[in-house]
């Protein structure tokens, strides 16, 4: 049973940092493609950023490119999201989530309906 557990959620003024970590538990991390997705209220959930399965390629959206990173420690089985000069904008329920790519090493992926596992989810809120 594969389980994702997100942590490092909180409230920060803009312009800070946060770094949110997502265990993985019940196979190695090495098997997936992960995710970062975010929701905001009456939104749909959207993909943050994104890193293939063998670490090699990332994607990130527009709205966050160059100020957030996402990583991953195959010892520790955690993928990361490292977001920085945060911007109220950017408040969401942050959920990581994970597609067992088989054959696809290289592929981010991006749509909610490519991945199979999600954890439950992290508030981050970020005030003026």
């Known amino acids: ?5 997100e942590s490092g959620g909180g409230l920060v003024q803009a312009g800070n940092s946060l770094r949110l970590s997502c ?12 995710g970062w997705f975010r929701q905001r209220p009456g939104e749909q959930r959207d993909v943050v950023a994104a890193i293939s ?5 990332t994607y990130y959206a527009d709205s966050v ?7 991953r420690d195959i010892t520790r089985n955690t993928v990361y999201l490292q977001m920085d ?3 109220p904008e950017d408040t969401a329920v ?8 088989e054959f696809t090493t290289i592929i981010t992926y991006t749509s ?8 439950q989810g992290t508030q981050v809120t970020v005030s003026p």
């Open 23 to 34: 265990a993985v538990s019940g196979d190695p991390l090495s098997k997936f493609a992960m």
């Open 65 to 71: 490119k160059a100020r957030f990173r996402i990583g």
């Open 53 to 57: 399965r063998n670490g090699g390629s």
């Open 94 to 101: 942050y959920s990581c989530a994970a597609h067992f790519a």
């Open 112 to 119: 909610t309906s490519d991945y199979e596992y999600w954890g």
């Open 85 to 87: 000069d945060l911007k």
């Open 1 to 5: 049973q594969v389980q994702l557990v």
